[in-house]
């Protein structure tokens, strides 16, 4: 009966073990295939650059960082391109699940408009139409928001629901960890929550959870790299201010549980990985959805929602919002 129960007991573990496993377990210097797919763009909108094919001045690949040496996947885009962007989990998120997403990485530098994460809808004409349903942008150097966008109209109705300091720059002290927990719940009570260092983040409204969101509402994915920022066309007045490095050394994303992406997160239990030795509302409802592809569009678009159960900004707030452009 003993050993019964003790293989039982073994079974059990094993089988956890197995439901536990990490969707995405990147470490830097891995193919960035392991990661996602490469997502290269020119000045405009649509203008793809094939992976590999832009030299020197936009690219994403496993290299080490030399300044801290420690092995990362490098992301470079100079100053007339749009995007440098690794496109992960693209048709694997689920409706009515939460997803635990992490990664550490260090910015060279900062300016308004640049987002280095997207909780990203692929077809944003969808109904209800959702552009991105939340991302990371700095309205100023170092100065860091988190955005949200209601659901309806054009799609692009954001609006910052956290706002904070972020620093960037080429030491130990400019790496950093980030950590969400997302609620893929479609019917109102969807909720998002925001690690930053560690450390549990207070939205604009003094919560630690933002509540009564939808973020999926149509096929979505996170995108982490660099967006925007550039220099306008014909602009060579200041390259290096819109030429950008970024340097991911850790990802992982999870189904599970929080604790299975802590070390990516830098949260309690996990560890910031060290550098290497080698040179390498309740909202109106919206129309139920069951299905990760776009809502046809024949579908009847319901009134725009209200907002998420979140306080309202302070004026300064909105007016230094600023609307990134859509991305595919």
């Known amino acids: 009966m003993r050993g019964f129960l003790s293989s039982t007991f073994i079974l059990a573990l094993a089988a956890s073990a197995a439901y536990a496993k990490l969707l995405i377990d990147y470490h830097g210097g891995d193919d960035p295939k392991n990661l996602g797919a490469i997502e290269l763009e020119s000045f405009n909108l649509g203008d793809h650059v094939a992976a590999g094919s832009g030299g020197s001045d936009v690219f994403i690949k496993a290299e080490t960082d030399t300044t801290l040496n420690r092995p990362a ?124 260092d560690g450390k549990k983040q207070t939205f604009d409204n003094g919560k630690d959870r933002l509540e009564n969101v939808y973020l999926l509402t149509g096929r979505t994915y996170p995108k982490i790299g660099i967006y925007r920022g550039e220099a306008a066309q014909g602009d060579e007045s200041n390259a290096a201010d819109h030429t950008f490095n970024s340097y991911v050394y850790r990802v992982q994303i999870s189904d599970s549980s929080l604790d299975e992406i802590a070390e990516a997160a830098g949260l309690d239990g996990g560890s910031t990985p060290e550098p290497s030795s080698t040179t390498m509302p309740p909202e109106t409802m919206m129309p139920p959805s069951t299905s990760q592809e776009p809502v046809p569009t024949e579908t009847p678009s319901p009134p725009p929602p209200s907002k998420p159960t979140c306080s309202k900004n302070k004026k300064r707030s909105r007016s230094r919002l600023h609307r990134i452009h859509s991305a595919k």
């Not at 885009?77 to 635990?100: G, Q």
């Not at 700095?138 to 928001?145: A, S, V």
């Open 73 to 196: 996947l490098h992301y470079k885009r100079s100053e007339h391109y749009r995007r440098a962007e690794m496109r992960i989990l693209d048709h694997d998120i689920e409706e009515d699940k939460t997803y635990y997403v992490g990664f550490t990485f260090r910015l060279s530098h900062s300016r308004k408009g640049l987002v280095f994460f997207q909780w990203k809808k692929a077809d944003k004409t969808a109904a209800p139409q959702q552009n991105i349903p939340f991302h990371m942008e700095f309205e100023g150097e170092d100065e860091l928001t988190l955005g949200y966008t209601t659901p309806g109209g054009n799609g692009s109705q954001r609006e910052p629901v956290w706002h904070g300091k972020f620093s960037t720059g080429n030491s130990e002290s400019d790496v950093h960890s980030v950590g969400f927990a997302i609620n893929t719940a479609n019917d109102g009570s969807g909720w998002l929550e925001f690690y930053l």
